[in-house]
């Protein structure tokens, strides 16, 4: 399952405050966030400025709305909630400018907000699959993507979603042949690509796939990857230069669109949930699983990885779920228990 269970340790992070980890001239220093007594997760970050930002997840002691959505005028330190009861598991979060931002989650939950986050509101997804990632090309035109090959596309801001594809819960998990995409992402209205991984228990397959689409999503094209691992996450910085990271440290990179794929060496086994890049060399992509913490640092494309996880604090021992890049002076990073830390040089 894409989404991080809740980890439920009982510490206060506002210790954590003068934390720093030095790599070279540059270094991870963790920004306040929350105490022990309103515990979240959180599954994604993005951020619309130096200073404004959203996390949405899970806050896992609100049983009845469980879903969080977070914003933070003041580059990370503090978060505040949203004014939006959602009652279920945030898996992603994407603005597309400081007014229009969307959030995804389980029972294919969507809501959106076209004022910047000063109102939310539910959006009829159509699908009940959970739904892991969603990307937008403008304020009107986006996709989303979850459980059971689900693609969904919206052409009006998400007032009225379509399902391109899939969109039917499996009858018997874990039995049948299924496909599940983690992620999207777009580069104009014409072009994206989806990855995630087929399962077919009963050939005993399991293949990470990536897919494009350069109609507006109407066909899309298997994109062999070579690769058994489920694959998490997908970023691309032009059509053409692009890495896709998943389970067991895989990092693939392409140079022509995906036409082919190449699997570079990250030098761990543990799962990569999120990776992106400042330009064509600088990159981090980010992990790991219940006990360990995965950050990991290139400056020349992939081709070399240097390991940059967090060591000596309360987050070395939790994953991290998210990471963005808003320049090369502004990256974050997330996780379970609120944990945000900001990389500086």
């Known amino acids: 399952m894409y989404i991080k269970t809740a980890f439920l340790t009982t510490f206060l992070l506002a210790s954590m405050v003068m934390t720093t980890t030095l790599y070279g001239d540059g270094q991870w220093f963790a920004l306040q966030e929350q105490d022990n007594e309103d515990i979240r997760d959180y ?12 996390v949405a997840g899970v806050s896992a002691l609100e049983m009845e709305n ?10 990370g330190k503090t978060w505040e909630k949203a004014e939006i009861a959602v009652n279920q598991i945030l898996s992603n979060v994407f603005f597309y400018d400081k007014k229009h931002g969307w959030a995804v989650g389980a029972n294919g939950m969507i809501v959106g907000t076209s004022n910047g986050g000063k109102q939310w509101d539910i959006q009829t997804s159509k699908v009940d699959n959970w739904l892991y990632d969603i990307h937008f090309v403008s304020e009107e035109f986006g996709y989303a993507v ?5 693609i969904l596309q919206t052409t009006n801001g998400g007032k009225i979603w379509n399902i391109l594809q899939g969109g039917v819960l499996p009858t018997r998990i874990g039995e049948e ?23 077919n228990p009963q050939a005993g397959v399991q ?16 994109q ?35 036409d082919r794929w190449k699997i570079q060496s990250s030098n761990t086994q543990e799962t990569l949930s999120s990776v992106q890049f400042v330009d064509k060399k600088m990159g981090w992509a980010v992990g790991g699983d219940m006990g360990i913490n995965i950050v990991i640092h290139t400056i020349d494309g992939g081709k ?9 604090t309360m987050i070395s021992k939790i994953p991290v779920n998210d990471l963005f890049i808003l320049d090369a002076n502004h990256i974050w990073i997330t996780g379970n228990n609120g944990f945000v830390m900001k990389y500086s040089e």
């Open 43 to 54: 599954n994604a970050i993005i951020f619309v400025s130096a200073r404004e930002g959203w």
């Open 66 to 75: 469980p879903g969080y959505i977070g914003r933070t005028t003041n580059g």
């Open 146 to 150: 979850g459980m059971g090959e689900t």
């Open 177 to 199: 042949p299924e496909g599940l995409f983690n992620c999207v992402q777009f580069i104009d209205e014409s072009t994206g690509w989806i990855a995630g991984v087929f399962v």
């Open 207 to 222: 293949n990470g796939i990536v897919k494009k689409t350069t109609d507006g999503g109407k066909t899309w094209a298997d």
């Open 224 to 258: 062999p990857t070579n690769v058994e691992d489920t694959l998490k996450d997908i970023f691309f910085i032009d059509a053409s230069t692009g890495w896709a990271v998943g389970e067991g440290g895989v990092v693939l990179h392409t140079t022509n669109g995906g």
């Open 304 to 312: 070399t990885w240097e390991n940059q996880s967090i060591e000596g």
